[in-house]
């Protein structure tokens, strides 16, 4: 998954609520943010759980992506995960 073209991620955070970003080496930056050392949303709603990437061709195309993704509810973000073959259910984390 990684190398030099860019992703976008979904986490499901342990308050049950979704954050996407972006970076080129997703497992690093999921595991900042599970180090407490992301993004100041996801630092008190650790532990958080990978639930989608997807490649870009660039860094550019990610952060479009990713403003797209963001502007979604919550019930079009479910639904992307879904047509993905994702249950986010399937990955609840307990405190």
């Known amino acids: ?3 030099n073209k860019y992703y976008v991620y979904m986490l499901l955070c342990s308050d049950r609520t979704f954050y996407t ?5 997703v497992k690093k930056r999921v595991a900042t ?11 008190i709603r650790r532990p958080v759980k990978l639930m989608y990437t997807e490649a870009l061709a660039d860094k550019s195309q990610a ?4 403003y797209a993704i963001k502007k979604l509810s919550r019930h079009q973000k479910e639904n992307l995960l879904k047509s993905n073959g994702i249950n986010w259910r399937d990955y609840l984390i307990s405190k």
Request: proline share 0%.
């Open 1 to 3: 998954m990684e190398n």
């Open 21 to 25: 970003g972006t970076s080129n080496n």
């Open 63 to 66: 952060l479009k992506r990713e």
């Open 33 to 43: 943010h599970n180090a407490g050392k992301g993004a100041k949303y996801t630092k």
